[in-house]
Structures are given as structure tokens and as C-alpha cells.
């Protein structure tokens, strides 16, 4: 088990050597290595009685996105021209610092710069990336790590099946949260809630945080897979990497047992079709809804009666664990509407849970508003809106990574819109710094290039003086 640890320190390493000797491509080493096993390679630390260094290892990922954005500042060869984007998500990471210095809120400074990481660090990734010279990175490269990382992932995923056990149960996980965020054991099988359904049956995490995080990891596999292997006139290309790649996330999505990521993984495949005009994808989706309405209907009683329950149960909203996130929901509703310039920073989230104090559930947009208001809530709204639209635009006139980036971040997006409502997706750290610190790149790429996109037709509106295919 030691090896989690040691994966995520070498990861570290090898980026901050790549950095400091002027490769920011290092960083992606440890976003794609690293921060996958931050958890596992934590609990393992502490598991294996090395409590005093996991301190340490915590604050890492955060230095090197400093590390990152500081050199590129130092770097800067012209002047960044700003889009809108670059403004909104600016004043965004300022108007919650000012939840940090104002007295707003019942939590002292360190909550708050707890709760201020957990929503507001994406801002900072953003820009890490947002300086990134798209010229200099080797994106197909990553992308196959990428792929590779979650092809590990799923083959722990088997050894959980094969052996009906948790690999949280071997890494130290509970011990962990109850030593950092006094969150006892909880379950049926002394881990917490999230690892099991209603009915008992397992939710499997592979070496990821939890089951949701593994869920949301399978989509941005998907997107990533999607951007790698879909070719400038829109055919699949993919390799024997790709298509083991998509076999395990139809492997994992499935076993990680979650409703919103499940839902987003077939949305996924839906707005590709779309975008990328395949007819004959249309149809099997079509005719796939058809197949698995008759195969729940006339099979799942038999084969899975638990399996039946738990999607039952979630369709008709009376699964105790959507009762309770609809619940949970009116209440933060409520409570940005009583106080519509928020709470204050730890009010809901990830510090509140630790303090069995929270309000508003798991849900992003609502802790958000929560914490600091209907102003922080719609900002983040529209960055998400404006990266679905901006990346439904420029996707066909891109070429290239450009065209990778563009396709992978328009999928990631919209996938990410239902896990956003169910949990406090930004505190997934693999998933918010990979899809932040590509949005950053994304809007690098398209930087300067503002003509009207409906008055191009077949001109291609950038080349990378180095493109990667």
C-alpha cells in the first residue's frame, strides 16, 4: 500500500523539477498521477504511522498551482489580453476573499480559509492555466495518461468485485476522516454512507476519495476519450489504449453506483452525437433508452431485486438519500433567500459538515450561495454557462488540440452539471484542478481570435505553431 504515498510524492517531485527548470508541462505529471490517490496516499500515510508528514503532503498540490501561476506571471512574454471570462472568474475569487477579511459569519479565520480553498482555489487554477502557453504542451501525451490512470483505476475496481471489499478498507480511509475531519465511521461496512445504497448494495471507489468522485472521474474519461480518438471530420479513431479505456468506464460508471453521474454519462454520449452529427450514435441511444426501459421492466426483478429497488426508489424521488438532497435543498434555498448576500464562508460545505452544522446539503451552487451569496452563485453559473456555449461555438472551427481541448471541456461541463447538484463537486480535487486548469488553457487557445464565429465558415480560426494531433 505504500506505493500511494510514494506515487503521490514522486508526482510531486518530478513537476516541481519540470517547473523549475522551465517545463511547465511537469505540472501535468502531477495533476494526472497525484491528485487521483490524494486521499488513498494520505490514509496510507497515516495508516502506516507517518501522521506527523501528512501535513505536509496536503498543502502540496496547492503550492505547485502557485508555483505554476507564479512563474508564468514571471514568464510572461507580451501582455494577457483578458476575456470576459478572465474578468468574471476574477471578481469571483475577489468578492469571496472579502468573506475572508470581513466579519461575516460565526467562524473564525481558519474555517474560513478552509471553506474559501474549497470554493474558491478553482479560480486561481483557472488562471495557472490560463497562462499556459497551449504551443509548448504535448495534450494528446497527457490525455493517454490520462486514460491510463483510469484503466488502473478500474482494475482495482475488479480486485473490489472479485474480492467483495472495499479497497478503502485496506488504506486506512476512516481512521483518516475521523483524524481530519471527525467524521466517524458510518455504514454497514465501517467506512460512511456513501459507499453503500439504500438497499445495502456496495458503491465502489477504486482508489478515489469516494464513489462520487470515482463517478465523475468516469466522465472525464469520457470527455477525454471523446476529444482524443474523434478526428477533424468527425470519425473515432481510437487505439487499443482507447477502446480499453472506454470499456472501463461502461465497467466503472455502472459500479460507482451514482445517479447523477450515470444520468451525465449518457447526456455525455447524447451531446456528441449532437455536436459531432452522428446519426447512426442518435439512433443506438435511442434504441438503447427502448432496450434498457424493457430490460428493467421484465429482467431486473428477477436478476437484482435490490438493483430494481434502489433505481426504483430514485425515479419516484422516495429513496431516502434523495429525500434527504431535496430536503436539504429547500433549506439552502431558503436560506439564500432570507440572506441573499450569504451566511459567511464555512456556513455550508465541507468545514459545516465537519462541525455537523451545515446548511444547504450537498449541493455546489448552493453552498456557494450560502456562503456568500446570490452574487458568487450566479457568477459561477454563468462561468459555466459561458464555457458550454463558448466551446459549442469554436469546436467546429478548431483544429488540433485546440479541437481536443474544446470537445473534452464542452463534455466535462455539461457532465458536470447534475454531479454539481448532488455534491460539493469542487472539493474533488482531480476533478476541479484537471477541468479548471484545461478551461484556462481552452481560453488561451481562442485568446485574440474575436470575430463573430457564425460569419466563419470553413476557415480553420487557429493553428498552434506546434499542433499535436
Request: aromatic content about 18%.
Amino acid at each position: 500500500m505504500f506505493i500511494f504515498p510514494l506515487i503521490y510524492f514522486s508526482a510531486f517531485f518530478i513537476a516541481l523539477k519540470n517547473l523549475v527548470s522551465r517545463n511547465k508541462q511537469g505540472i501535468f505529471i502531477f495533476l494526472i498521477f497525484g491528485l487521483p490517490i490524494y486521499t488513498t496516499g494520505l490514509s496510507v500515510a497515516l495508516q502506516y504511522g507517518f501522521a506527523d508528514i501528512v501535513p505536509f503532503m496536503q498543502p502540496l498540490k496547492e503550492l505547485l498551482i502557485l508555483i505554476t501561476l507564479g512563474t508564468g506571471i514571471w514568464e510572461l512574454e507580451r501582455r494577457i489580453k483578458f476575456q470576459t471570462i478572465d474578468y468574471a472568474i476574477l471578481a469571483y475569487f475577489l468578492y469571496t476573499l472579502l468573506y475572508v477579511l470581513l466579519p461575516i459569519g460565526q467562524y473564525g479565520l481558519g474555517d474560513k480559509l478552509i471553506a474559501f480553498k474549497s470554493s474558491s482555489f478553482f479560480t486561481l487554477i483557472y488562471f495557472a492555466g490560463r497562462i499556459f502557453d497551449p504551443a509548448r504542451i504535448y495534450i494528446s501525451k497527457y490525455f493517454h495518461y490520462i486514460l491510463a490512470v483510469f484503466i488502473a483505476a478500474a482494475g482495482i475496481l475488479l480486485f473490489e468485485i472479485l474480492s467483495d471489499q472495499h479497497f478503502q478498507t485496506l488504506t486506512g480511509y476512516a481512521d483518516f476522516n475521523f483524524y481530519y475531519f471527525n467524521q466517524e465511521a458510518s455504514g454497514n461496512y465501517g467506512l460512511s454512507w456513501t459507499f453503500e445504497t439504500s438497499t445495502g448494495l456496495r458503491r465502489f471507489a477504486s482508489f478515489f476519495a469516494n464513489p462520487l468522485e470515482f463517478a465523475a472521474s468516469t466522465l472525464l474519461a469520457l470527455a477525454i476519450l471523446a476529444g482524443l480518438y474523434t478526428t477533424e471530420d468527425n470519425k473515432i479513431k481510437a487505439d487499443a489504449l482507447g477502446i480499453i479505456a472506454i470499456i472501463a468506464t461502461q465497467f466503472s460508471i455502472f459500479l460507482a453506483l451514482s445517479r447523477s453521474s450515470l444520468a451525465s454519462y449518457f447526456i455525455m454520449i447524447f451531446i456528441y452525437a449532437l455536436i459531432t452529427k452522428k446519426k447512426l450514435v442518435l439512433n443506438i441511444i435511442y434504441t438503447g433508452f427502448i432496450a434498457v426501459a424493457i430490460y428493467f421492466i421484465f429482467f431486473m426483478l428477477v436478476i437484482n431485486p435490490d438493483l430494481y429497488e434502489f433505481i426504483y426508489e430514485t425515479i419516484t424521488f422516495t429513496n431516502p438519500s434523495s429525500v434527504g438532497h431535496v430536503l436539504a435543498w429547500v433549506e439552502g434555498i431558503e436560506a439564500i433567500a432570507a440572506n441573499p448576500l450569504g451566511l459567511g464562508l464555512g456556513e455550508s460545505g465541507r468545514v459545516a459538515v465537519s462541525l455537523s452544522d451545515t446548511v444547504g446539503g450537498e449541493n455546489q451552487y448552493i453552498i456557494i450561495g450560502v456562503q456568500t451569496g446570490i452574487i458568487t452563485l450566479l457568477l459561477y453559473l454563468w462561468m459555466h454557462i459561458y464555457f458550454i456555449k463558448t466551446c459549442w461555438k469554436w469546436y467546429p472551427h478548431l483544429q488540433g488540440k485546440e479541437r481536443q481541448v474544446c470537445l473534452s471541456l464542452l463534455l466535462m461541463k455539461i457532465g458536470f452539471i447534475i454531479p454539481l447538484l448532488t455534491s460539493e463537486l469542487e472539493s474533488s480535487v482531480y476533478i476541479s484542478y484537471v477541468s479548471w486548469f484545461l478551461s484556462g488553457i481552452f481560453v488561451n487557445m481562442i485568446a485574440g481570435h474575436t470575430p463573430v464565429i457564425s460569419k466563419i465558415s470553413e476557415e480553420k480560426i487557429y493553428q498552434s505553431p506546434n499542433p499535436d494531433n
